[in-house]
């Protein structure tokens, strides 16, 4: 996260905080739900590629009912 935006960081607080949707992010940090959703599938991207690397430990990966992962990871 060091190296990770501000917006980004403010996501995974919130998300961290179980405010998970879209849309309640995006009003708490004033952004569109759209944004928030670019922003997240930037980290998860970001995440996977670390985990792949080894520079992150990925602690679990959940099948979501729509078919999406979700990642957990550690830095």
Same mark, same amino acid.
């Given at each position: 996260?060091?190296?990770?935006?501000?917006?980004?960081?403010?996501?995974?607080?919130?998300?961290?905080? /179980?405010?998970? %949707?879209?849309?309640?992010?995006? /009003?708490?940090?004033?952004?569109? %739900?759209? %944004?928030?959703?670019?922003?997240?599938?930037?980290?998860?991207?970001?995440?996977?590629?670390?985990?792949?690397?080894? &520079?992150? &430990?990925?602690? !679990?990966?959940?099948?979501?009912?729509?078919?999406? !992962?979700?990642?957990?990871?550690?830095?």
């Amino acid at each position: 996260m060091a190296g990770a935006r501000p917006q980004a960081r403010a996501i995974c607080g919130l998300i961290w905080e /179980d405010k998970v %949707s879209q849309k309640e992010i995006g /009003d708490e940090l004033g952004m569109t %739900s759209r %944004s928030v959703e670019g922003h997240m599938r930037r980290l998860r991207t970001r995440a996977k590629a670390l985990a792949a690397k080894g &520079e992150i &430990e990925a602690l !679990y990966r959940a099948m979501r009912p729509a078919g999406t !992962y979700v990642w957990s990871t550690v830095a």
